[in-house]
């Protein structure tokens, strides 16, 4: 953290340096527009006014626009540097960033995230996302719940992370450019398909012939008299055209704006954008594979292509300004534009999209690398190809307060299949089951995880800890439940490898029912031939019982109450065994339910 801090300190001093050159600027802009006052005054109102007071009122006014333009550059990077340390100071405390609730709608029948919180407030993408754009937002939280089960790929990804971990200034740049794009929405890509002006011959002839006509007559005047009549009904010729061909032609120029998502100025920031990612030099795979969309493919370089694009689309827009009337009226100006920018889309349609998915993955990673660079102390997970199918050495829940977490030591090993957790309410059984699937998310997105040493065999990722009655679909909590567990035998019966949490299960029927019930479906997995691994919490002691009779396949674990001071306490301490304490009558009697 101290090279960050020592970066938003040297980015604060160029800050500081624009404003006053800002201050500058705007003064000496004030004493040039007094000069322009005084030397036109002078000129036009007082007798004592000369021609060089003129020259001087039209060289100041000159002056007074150029000024003006070097302010708005001024003013440009200024923005750019208050961005800069915004997010380099929002990455130090972790504020005000997306926490990804509007993902939370449709997750209620994803395979981990609703239980593991993945999205949403106080979640594992608000811990970790930094992204700007709803494009990069978009690209992490299918990172979150579409999980890697390729070694190479999960190998490839913890590489990229470390590479970009390492570029601060770079990623920060990155961040602060993308900031600027101001995308809140869902873009448009325009796709291949019929061009809209397409067999438009005359409007190709038009976008020439009358702009000709219109220069050709301006450019005459310089040279002969044209009688003020014929003049007038020249013009008026030119303009009749133009109205004629803009009557013919008005909806397809319009519509062309429609087929892009973004305007000039939004294009010209992901120039800047693309610039910056084509400039890195880059030493991992992921990295260069990606940064290789950005000068491959049909287009060769997206920075010079949407440069191009960019220009023709505010040249476009300049059309609907005041003096659109003129340009558009006598020189078919949005017409000529709107044909040009038509051509562009049809050149880079092909490239665009895999532009824009490559700025995202590169944003998205950025949020996995900050996570890295934030936390030092977590290690990078190594990938088992047969042996233990999970193994963790003081592992901890990554988005709980670290100072006050305990650590636990946790294996499931080769001939382990189920492994069952018990003990008292309230002793940390759920949260160690969110401890162990939550970085198993991060493990498989290439991320280091919240443990001393970690590792594990990719699998699927399938969890049932949260069911609850859905009223829109008549669908009540123990049918979602057996609704969601026959998803989970499906998979297996498929031949996909998974690894399944549990936390209750069958909560919605009498005991000795989920007794019976629950028995009945370990040993359901346990005939699967396909790789699976499963943690469940229960506190059905009669359960663990099942461990006598597959004593190879299944194990028991639990956590303990302990007495002190009259008080019982636990140590969130994961032990070999079945519980042995219970806590429900103890806090009806703490707080005076039952005598």
Known sequence: MEELYELLAEKKKTLQKFQKKLTVLGWIRVAVFLSIAYFLLKYFIFESGLQSHLYLGIFFTVLFFILGYFLLKVKQQLQFYKDYLHIGNQIITKTEFDTGLAFEENIDNHPYAKDLDILGKNSLFSSINYCQTVLGKNKLKDFLLNLSLEKAKIVAKQKSITELSQKTEWYIHFLTLAKSLDINGEINHPEPKEPVFKNAVLAKIAVVVIPVLTFGVLLSLAFISIPSLYLTLIFAGIFACSRVILMFYGKKIESISGTLSFNSEQYEQFLAVFSHIEKEQFKEELNQKLQKKFVSGKSKSSRKEIEKLARLLRNYENGQSNIGVILNNFFLWKLNFALKIENQIKNIEQDLPQWFDAFSEFEALISLGIFKFKNPEYQYPK?????????????????????????????????????????????????????????????????????????FIPMKLFTSMRTSDSLNDGTSYFNAEILRLRSLVENLEKGIPQFIILDEILKGTNSQDKLTGSELFLEKLMKSKTLFSCLIATHDLELTKIEQKFPAEIKNYCFELEQKNGELETDYKLR????????????????????
């Open 383 to 455: 990938i088992s190809d047969s042996g233990e199918k999970l193994s963790a050495e003081k592992i901890i829940h990554p988005l709980l307060y670290q100072p006050e977490v305990v650590s636990n030591d946790f294996q499931i090993s080769q001939n382990t299949e189920i492994s069952i957790i018990t003990g008292a309410n309230m002793t940390g059984k759920s949260t160690f089951l969110r401890t162990v699937g939550i970085n198993l998310v991060l493990a498989m997105n290439g991320c280091p995880v919240a443990a001393r040493e970690f590792r």
């Open 576 to 595: 070999n065994g079945v519980t042995k304490s219970m806590n429900a009558i103890y806090l009806m009697k703490k707080f005076g339910i039952i005598e």
